[in-house]
């Protein structure tokens, strides 16, 4: 039982973004739209200070705007979810991401999360980034 849980909690891990101007350096960067999401996607480069880890990063951002506490955490949780079981075959090694949740990700099927966020990420990689 032991192995079960250790691999469980090794396969889902998602390492996410902390500060600030890693938030705003992504919005530089490709952006694709779903109904429950949208995705916002850069490569990191050399520019960073700190440990220079390749594997992909992302950060969630919830407003206050689409509900209060219980369902902003919920709807952290589904898109983290649904970034641990896609990152590993979809998400780039030397990317930053932010998924920024719309109000349709509390309710929307988990099997459409998925897809969406395998699809947006998909689009953000062939995307030419934009300038700002």
């Not at 109904?35 to 594997?55: K, N, Q, T, Y």
């Not at 780039?92 to 991401?97: I, K, N, T, V, W």
């Amino acid at each position: 039982m032991a192995k079960a849980g250790v691999m469980k909690g090794s396969s889902s891990r998602v390492t996410t973004l902390k500060r600030r101007t890693e938030f705003q350096r992504v919005r530089k960067g490709a952006r694709h739209a779903t109904p429950a999401f949208v995705l916002e996607a850069r490569a990191r480069g050399g520019e960073l200070p700190g440990p220079s880890s390749d594997e992909p990063r992302f950060g969630f951002t919830i407003t206050r705007q689409v509900g209060k506490a219980v369902e902003r955490n919920r709807m952290r949780r589904r898109l983290k979810a649904a970034v641990g079981g896609v990152a590993a075959h979809h998400a780039r090694s030397g990317f930053d991401y932010v998924l920024i949740a719309r109000r349709p990700a509390l309710t929307a099927a988990f099997s459409t999360l998925v897809a969406d966020l395998a699809r947006a990420l998909e689009r953000v990689h062939r995307a030419p980034p934009r300038g700002r």
